[in-house]
């Protein structure tokens, strides 16, 4: 069973519990779903953009409440937390003005007919499993363009974020989007098939891990939903050249340490040319072990704590591993002797790309150094991979990156850059990162009825 609470990663404290819906309040939930998305759905355009316009300005005024939330339930640090909060504001409004743009009508050539076209329709009440790394911007991502679209949504947040998954749907409420359009639901894991088995829940996205991801596809499967997963990812990050290895060094570790390294994008191996990477190893050693460690809201938090006791004990658990296996630990990987679910950040080398830490992905704060041969070794080294969500190349030769990233196998490639996301671009991945794109154009028609209509005359 899942059990809803805030637990204070910052101290390790349960601070408030929710109780979790039994089996037999689901269809009620369904109910009201259905019954307001028949009514969304025939609610202009405009006015649905007006009530994410809203929803935005309270996002903005709520900004420091909303931060200071997620920074309890997960340990976002208060910078980080500011700047998800403030893309979800962005994602509204772009939403709010670019839907009518992307769900107008597809006109066709007429082959035969007087005239043929697509409409983009809803398709009805969908079903949203999301994480709690990014608790407010996942939602987002997944709810806004599909509010737009005229669906309806069943939202179940992560259980260690009941207390930010009600405060989204409060602000949609403020904003004055009709009851029953959007519900926050603390639904059980092991129920998620009481939802996707009634006809009227129409698809599901999920972003997780991959054992979440293939639970639930399976069942979608069985019941013929459609579906978005963005799972887990390995990504590289490739090292062509440099002018400056140290500030690239930093760079890279500061984006690595981001959220404690619970970023699915973040950049996980770190692949350098071996004319480069004594020096690069050793900057990145000074980065991670000059990070201050320390709470969620000290004005001088480098990194914040892990989101769950769990969690940490799993990641210091596979970095021994990884030791064990032959890995070379450089610096940290160790828990903190203090309150809450702090550890060091890790440095580590010497990775057997066929070993555990290798293959699979190390959903925390671990610096991870590869050395290649050469470009081609590279290449061969970010392609190793099941994965394929994000990858960057750095180098000062923008030709040579664009010309080396499109041959990266991944569903986004960034030079000199990483870690990106918009409401602009789309974002998603391919193999064991999951299927579907969200943001931009394709958020707006991973869930529509591509309805076509051919005229006679």
Partial sequence: MSKFAVTNANTGE?????????KEEIPGYIDRAHEAHLSWKETPLHER???????????DANADEMTDIIGREMGKVKKQGLGEVDKVARTARWMADNAATHLAPTHLAAAGAASSYVRHQPLGVLLGIMPWNFPY??????????????NAIIMKQASICPKSSQYFEDLLTE????????????????HAEEVLKDFRVKGFSLTGSEGAGASVASIAAKYYKRAVLELGGNDPAVVLDSKDVPALAKKLVGLRLANAGQVCTSPKRMI??????????????KAAEATKVSTFDDPEVGMGPVSSEGARDDIV????????????????????????????????????????????????????????????????????????????????????GEEFGAKINAGM???????????EYPFGGINRSGYGRENAQWAFQAFTNEHLIRVHA
Wanted: charged fraction near 25%.
């Fill in 14 to 22: 349960v601070e408030e519990e929710f109780a979790s819906v039994t």
């Fill in 49 to 59: 953009a007006t009530i994410l316009r809203k929803f935005a300005d309270l996002v």
């Fill in 137 to 150: 911007n996942q939602i987002a991502r997944f709810v806004l363009p599909n509010l737009m679209v005229g």
């Fill in 175 to 190: 904003a004055g989007l009709p009851k029953g359009v959007y519900q926050n639901i603390y639904l059980d894991s092991s």
């Fill in 272 to 285: 350098v040319v071996d004319s480069l990477y004594d020096e690069f190893l050793a900057e990145a050693v």
């Fill in 317 to 400: 658990a596979m970095i021994d591993k990884a030791v064990s296996d032959g890995a070379t630990l450089h610096t940290g990987g160790k828990k903190l002797d203090r309150p809450g679910w702090f550890m060091s950040p890790a440095v580590i080398s010497d990775i057997d790309p066929k070993s555990d830490l290798g293959c699979n992905e190390l959903f925390g704060p671990a610096v991870m150094v590869y050395r290649a041969k050469d470009e081609e070794d590279a290449l061969r080294l970010a392609n190793d991979t099941e994965y394929g969500l994000m990858s960057s190349v750095w180098t000062d030769d923008l030709e040579k």
């Fill in 413 to 423: 490639t960034l030079i000199n850059s990483h870690m990106e996301s918009g409401p």
